[in-house]
């Protein structure tokens, strides 16, 4: 059974898988990955759909912190885009590369 089959999601108790309360369950899994060749003014408008979904969500904050973690390289997920992802990561590594050279530098003082 695909995701594609749900048409509405009844959020499940505390303590049970954030996904089974994911708003995008009860959408089209096309929404949120790419088909093979996509345009880019396709992938844009798509992008936008899945972020206005994910906008909405009760769990786009576990959603966020999954795709970060796993390092997730393809799809919409937790309102971010593959490219959203990579600009991420990679401000994060330049704070903690920043962070770094301060903390040398005040410990040579």
């Not at 303590?15 to 093979?36: H, I, K, Y």
Request: hydrophobic share 35%; with cysteine.
């Amino acid at each position: 059974m695909s995701l594609q089959n749900f048409t509405a999601v009844v959020a499940p108790p505390d303590g049970v898988d954030w996904r089974l309360r994911a708003r995008c369950r009860s959408e089209g899994m096309d929404v949120f990955f790419p088909p093979d060749g996509e345009s880019k003014p396709r992938r844009i408008e798509r992008e936008r759909a899945a972020k206005d979904i994910c906008a909405a969500c009760p769990v786009i904050d576990l959603c966020r912190d999954h795709a970060l973690a796993s390092k997730e390289s393809h799809g919409v997920w937790g309102g971010m885009s593959e490219s959203d992802r990579r600009k991420s990561a990679s401000i994060g590594r330049e704070i903690r590369f920043r962070s770094l050279q301060l903390l040398q530098r005040y410990q040579q003082d």
